[in-house]
């Protein structure tokens, strides 16, 4: 992993808007790597401000909270996203977050729209 691209998902993280999360692949393609998610999940694994970087605002493509989540666990990190009004929806337990719970991606996914900006949209 490059200093560039860490830097270049930490910048994509902190523009995901406060109720709302995106997921590992959609922070790569974001960052300039697409079908890099897990190394995306290896930066912020090491986020050096997590007060700053809302890193718990990632979560895997269905919805399901990291069980490594480096600040707590998941279920600090679904604490942190309840806080923010992320909504929760039961999950199966096999790669659910804290007690089989995930994110309702249909009402609380990221557009993926950088700054207001149309031309980086996620589709």
Known sequence: MTEGFSQA???VVMAIPQGYVATYGMVAQLAGRPRTARMVGGVLHRNPQPGVIPCHRVVF???????GFAF??????????????VRFIAGDDSNAGAAGMRVDLQQCLWDGRMNGSEEQHIE
Not at 61 to 67: E, F, N, Q, V
Not at 72 to 85: I, R
């Open 9 to 11: 998902v930490y910048r």
């Open 61 to 67: 493509r269905d919805g399901s909270l990291a069980p």
């Open 72 to 85: 707590g666990g998941p279920g600090e990190q679904q604490a942190l996203l309840e806080q923010e009004c």
